[in-house]
């Protein structure tokens, strides 16, 4: 049965995509490694941090695709999940620090001295143990998600509505690691890492390393959505998409349902952001800023959601441009980016992917029936009406279900 | 030329009064007992004020007073005494001006400390017998303030001929916190003493028990106690009230930011992330006609608010307009992507401020009835969070007799209930879209000149707002203003409530929980619309 | 307990108010296994809100509503009493139009609800045969890779039924099903649906009358939300009752 499931997760797609991912894993930092500096195909140290970190951001819009592009479910509070995991991260990697902070202390952080603090709070025990802190990267996230989404979805909060308390809940987060006497560094967060798994943290082998031990997180990714989506469930969680009280009457427990898809992708944008932290060297509260999980939304937005490919070239591409604009024309970047949400949503509801699809599905029209009258395309009719089929489910304003 | 300008000579000032009032001095000998002041040593300036003090004559206040001052001169030149303020010189009985101080040959008479408290003690009992209620009050108080041995027979003896209610009442808390504060009274008066303050001290109440307390026996001690318990829980009730004020302060501004946000969603089904820019487009309104009106016309600043409340409306409306007929109207029944859309526009929106205006804090002052604070009964109340409070009633009423007494109110809420059907009425819902999209975008702009009076202006003024609100508009439900009131004062006393105890950063997170814990049991809000119309 | 032996569907003394509009007011029906039962009346009497109360979608105010004679149906919600056997077809069609018809009845096929039993689920060669049979049954079966959005509107009600029948319920509760039907899909339909009511039972709500006359069953009236008149249509449509509040002249 799982080896059906697996088998199933392998369509012709998802094989291209793990393909290429576990190719540039390979191939990028042997060409940062192997090739000197200087030569042709050399690839510098920082592309590789950058690239690395841009594959944690693709992992990371693409857990919110799997809830909101297939289960139509906006989180606005994703950077939660991420930051909680790079928090998980960070305190491994702090606790690696030993006495070779500023005040030398043996397992207090330097900002626990800082504060006069005694001794580690609970909280921090184990961290010192690498399979720990994967537990807690996978744990912490999942178990929130779980228990957010236990209460929100029992009760039936939908729409616009989950949407806004997603982002309060990243808010309140957002609070609440911003106190000092929490235990997780205040407003400067956790920084100045100097190991990981025993090796130096800016050494370029290790940013090789994580470089890619991303792709290879991403790859699984791919697999595991691609697996989800391809599923009966998958099929289920769109149904509840566009139809959710209809699924209900076939006798599918919706709120279960969501519950799953939202936990899963809490956990993947869980390891997506302890993938991140050691690749930027900080985790501070600014991650949990609701601001950056709803550009996470437009991420997935850009490349296509409701696809597994299109958050993946979303998140890169529109961080390139980030790190393009921010570089070059800092003033311009906020007017960019907000002019990307309006023209997304205006026009290019699909993404990207939706863009290439209809650009595919046009010519092979052409090709095949030049003189037959085009079919009335499903995409066709929804454009004329003014909608996208993915959100047939609410054509009517509704604020709630 | 009286010396009553001067704010030192307060007692001076009411002898003064006195004195007028009460006509000719009826002791012959006040004068000479005056006069011979000036060449008394410091021992025999003793036995005069004892003297003064037993004529009991209360026109000999007056230079009593300068004395304890040191404002009681002789003159060189003539041997007289006299009063000197300000540079002039008075006499010290009848308070007539004798002349310019400044070219006579004048020294002052000196006195100890010793002797300084005597003539306190009696100009006390010589106010207290004052025939002006004020003066004996005045000189109750101060007695109250100053607590000694020689006032006790004083308050006594005032107390046995006081008719008035209120100098009366001043007059027994006197003697009562005498009482207490003195080693040597016997512990039945002390008893009787405690309620009396208890009652009547005020604020000092506790301080005057708790210092009585350090002393007293055990007997006296518990009756102390149990009155101070009390005073203590009628304080934590003035806190209480006085937290209640700040909450319904924070929920008035709550409500100002909300109302907006909640007539669009409540209309449209469209969540405005952008509201918060029409708030803080608001506040700059503000900060340019207060700008201008530095610059041109400083005397009109008093009335800078009422000139950026027009404006700011209009700007704000037509600015909320212009979205919804350019990108809105394009999304709907799409709710998550009008969101988002609506999102870029306010990262557009805050980009441009920050542009023109520049990212850090712009200064916006509060005209001089905004200004400064009262107190009302308990109640320490800041003038511009009072206003605040009344505005936004004043928003609210107006609303509300938008929403029910006009045609556009009548068509908005129809729309609200059932769009379908609204429209087939013949009602043109793109117009009523646009025109509730103006409103709530325009009531943002009003919301945002009067938090420009109690917050920074900067760039990201509406998004620290933009959370709080949506929290009321999901607390209170949909379609329903009184729901959004009832929500903003709820999370704003809530919010107060909390921080004492909890912080203010984990106050919130505590609101936040609250209210997700809330929306289990009523998934749409306080006031929420029922009915099938509503579900599908 | 008693009254509700032996019946599929027992409702009694049921109301419910919105806002104060009563909705249903004492209304009390009873289906009996393998029965037929269409129920008619005008716009607002009550009948989808009727639906609604059966499905767990809405909770009644007061009265009593069981399932094959023992379950109570206020006390469970909608995935609950779907898994009991009640199926529903709404008013408007409502397919998973962005998704294929194959698959629109895969998901609606009787099989474990379960998380992890539909994530691993394939489909058995014993599951595919009963799709396509049913897929002949609505005559879908040249559409079944076609996205349900491209359905004509009488395709997408053969659809929705289609769907009922992959439930494999003990009840079905059948709203309008052949709103936007040609004449002979009508016919069809009248026929499918008495097939069905030999072996379940099935309550139908619908306008049409000549359709209403080809089930040739008991038939109810509503009115105002509760029971107007009953017995076969043309005892019904007799009533004068019934002509003065819903038949009209």
């Not at chain 3, 249903?24 to 607002?44: K, T, Y």
């Not at chain 3, 099903?177 to 016919?187: I, L, N, Q, R």
């Amino acid at each position: 049965m799982i080896t059906q499931a697996l088998l199933r997760a392998l369509d012709k797609k998802a094989i291209w995509l793990v393909a290429i991912l576990l190719a540039l894993a390979v191939a990028v930092p042997a060409a940062n490694l192997l090739i000197p500096a200087g030569q042709p195909g050399h690839v510098p140290t920082y592309i590789v941090t950058l690239f690395g970190k841009y594959l944690t951001y693709a992992m990371l819009a693409l857990a919110l695709d799997l809830v909101w592009g297939y289960c139509g479910i906006l989180s606005l509070g994703h950077g939660a999940f991420f930051a909680l995991g790079g928090y998980a991260m960070g305190m491994y990697l702090m606790r690696q620090i030993g006495t070779r902070g500023v005040y030398a202390h043996p397992t207090l952080p330097d900002f626990m001295v800082f504060l006069n603090w005694r001794e580690l709070p609970w909280y921090w025990q184990g961290f010192d143990q690498f399979w720990f802190a994967c537990l807690m990267i996978v744990l912490v996230p999942g178990l929130l998600a779980f228990v957010f989404g236990f209460f929100a979805f029992r009760s039936r909060v939908t729409g616009v509505y989950l949407s806004i308390i997603t982002q309060a809940m990243t808010f309140a987060l957002l609070l609440a690691f911003f106190r000092n006497d929490m235990g997780f560094g205040g407003n400067n967060g956790l920084t100045d890492f100097k190991d990981i798994l025993g090796q130096p943290v800016q050494a370029a082998t290790t940013r090789g390393a994580l470089f890619a031990a991303s792709a290879i997180a991403l790859a699984l990714s791919v697999l595991v959505c691609s697996m989800i989506v391809n599923s009966k469930l998958g099929k289920v969680m769109v149904a509840v998409r566009d139809a959710e009280s209809r699924t209900r009457f076939l006798g599918y427990r919706v709120e279960y349902v969501k519950l799953f898809a939202f936990t899963v992708s809490a956990i993947m944008a869980g390891i997506a952001g302890a993938l991140y932290v050691p690749q930027v060297g900080i985790i501070n509260p600014g991650e949990f800023e609701p601001a950056n999980s709803i550009e996470v939304v437009i991420w997935t937005a850009v490349g296509g959601r409701g696809t597994i490919v299109g958050p993946i070239i979303g998140a890169v591409l529109v961080n390139m441009g980030k790190s393009y604009f921010t570089g070059a024309l800092p003033e311009l970047w906020l007017f960019a980016l907000g002019a990307l949400f309006i023209f997304v949503t205006l026009f290019l509801p699909k993404g990207i992917v939706g863009l290439l699809g209809q650009w595919r599905d046009m010519t092979a029209r052409r090709e095949q029936a030049p003189a037959a009258p085009p079919p009335p395309a499903q995409a066709a009719v929804a454009a004329e009406r003014g909608e996208d089929p993915a959100t047939l489910g609410d054509v009517q304003p509704k604020p709630a279900e | 030329m009286r010396p009553t300008r001067s704010l030192r000579l307060i007692f001076a000032c009411l002898g003064l009064a006195l004195a007028l009032l009460a006509g000719p001095a009826r002791a012959q000998d006040i004068p000479g007992l005056i006069q011979s002041m000036g060449e008394a040593s410091l021992r025999e300036l003793g036995g005069i004020v004892e003297e003064l003090a037993a004529t009991g004559d209360s026109a000999v206040a007056p230079a009593l007073e300068a004395l304890a001052e040191g404002d009681l001169y002789v003159n060189e030149a003539d041997g007289r005494v006299v009063i000197v303020t300000r540079n002039r010189m008075y006499d010290p009985v009848t308070q007539e001006e004798i002349g310019p101080a400044a070219d006579a040959d004048l020294s002052r008479i000196r006195i100890n400390n010793s002797l300084r408290r005597d003539v306190a003690a009696a100009i006390g009992g010589l106010t207290l017998m004052s025939d002006n209620p004020s003066v004996r009050l005045s000189a109750a108080r101060s007695m109250r303030a100053n607590p000694s041995e020689e006032n006790l027979a004083l308050l006594d003896e005032a107390l046995a001929a006081e008719t008035d209610a209120t100098v009366r009442g001043a007059m027994e808390t006197a003697h009562a916190v005498t009482v207490l504060s003195l080693a040597d009274t016997s512990i039945e008066d002390k008893r009787a003493a405690v309620p009396v303050v208890a009652q009547n001290a005020g604020r000092e109440a506790i301080t005057i028990l708790n210092s009585a307390l350090g002393s007293a026996p055990d007997a006296l001690a518990a009756d102390i106690r149990s009155a101070i318990a009390g005073l203590e829980q009628e304080r934590a009730i003035w806190a209480a009230l006085q937290n209640v004020w700040f909450g319904v302060s924070l929920g008035s501004v709550l409500l100002l930011a909300a109302i907006g946000l909640a007539i669009t969603f409540g209309v449209m089904g469209v969540i405005n992330m952008a509201h918060g820019e029409m708030v803080m487009l608001g506040a700059y309104t503000t900060f340019v006609v207060q700008d201008v009106i530095r610059r041109n016309a400083p005397e009109l600043f008093d009335y800078s608010l009422a000139i950026a409340l027009p404006l700011a409306f209009l700007i704000t409306a037509l600015i909320g307009i212009a979205i919804e007929r350019g990108v809105i109207r394009w999304l709907y029944g799409r709710a998550l992507e009008t969101l988002l859309a609506t999102w870029g526009l306010s990262l557009i929106l805050q980009q441009t401020v920050r542009s023109i205006f520049g990212p850090t804090n712009r200064q916006v002052g509060n005209p001089s009835w905004m200004s400064g604070s009262f107190e009302f009964y308990g109640l320490a109340i800041t003038w511009n969070r009072f206003w605040i409070v009344i505005f936004a009633i004043a928003v609210f009423a107006a609303l509300l007799v938008v929403l029910n007494r006009t045609s556009l109110g009548l068509q908005m809420r129809a729309v609200t209930q059932n769009r379908r059907m609204a429209s087939a009425m013949g009602i043109r819902t793109p117009f009523v879209d646009a025109m509730t999209f103006g409103l709530g975008s325009g009531i943002a702009g009003l919301a945002g000149v009067a938090l420009s009076q109690i917050d920074n202006v900067s760039p990201n003024l509406g998004q620290g707002y933009i959370i709080d609100s949506f929290m009321v508009v999901v607390f209170g439900g949909v379609g329903n203003l009184w729901g959004t009131l009832v929500g903003a004062l709820t999370l704003g006393v809530a919010n107060k409530f909390l921080e004492p105890y909890a912080g203010a950063v984990l106050g919130k997170i505590l609101i936040l929980v609250l209210i997700i814990l809330f929306i289990q049991r009523r998934p749409r809000g306080l006031f929420a619309l029922k009915g099938r119309a509503v579900e599908s | 307990m008693n009254k509700a032996q032996d019946t599929m569907l027992y409702l009694d003394g049921v109301s419910v108010a919105f806002d104060g509009f009563k909705a249903l007011n004492n209304l009390s029906i009873i289906v009996r296994p393998a029965e037929m039962l269409a129920i008619i009346g005008p716009n607002g009497a009550g009948k989808t809100t009727m639906m609604d109360i059966i499905t767990g979608k809405t909770r009644p105010d007061a009265g009593d509503v069981y399932f094959d004679g023992r379950t109570d149906l206020t006390r469970l919600d909608e995935a609950a009493i779907a898994n009991l056997g009640i199926g529903r077809k709404f008013q408007k069609p409502t397919v998973f139009e962005s998704q294929t018809v194959w698959d629109n009845l895969e998901m609606a096929l009787k099989k474990p609800r379960g998380i992890f039993r539909t994530l691993f689920y394939s489909a058995s060669g014993e599951d595919i045969a009963r799709i396509e049979d049913i897929l002949d049954t609505v005559r879908l079966a040249d559409r079944r890779d076609d996205l349900a959005a491209d359905l004509s509107h009488g395709q997408k009600q053969w659809l929705e039924i289609g769907m009922l029948l992959a439930q494999d319920p003990k009840l079905l509760l059948v709203d309008e099903p052949v709103a936007g039907m040609t004449d002979a899909e009508t016919v069809e339909t009248a026929r499918l649906l008495k097939e069905i009511a030999e072996t379940r039972s099935v309550v139908v709500v619908e306008h049409d009358m000549s359709f209403v006359r080809d089930l040739a069953t008991r038939v109810v009236c509503l009115a105002e939300g509760s029971v107007l008149a009953e017995g076969t249509l043309d005892q019904v449509s007799a009533n004068p009752i019934v002509i003065e509040r819903y038949l009209g002249r």
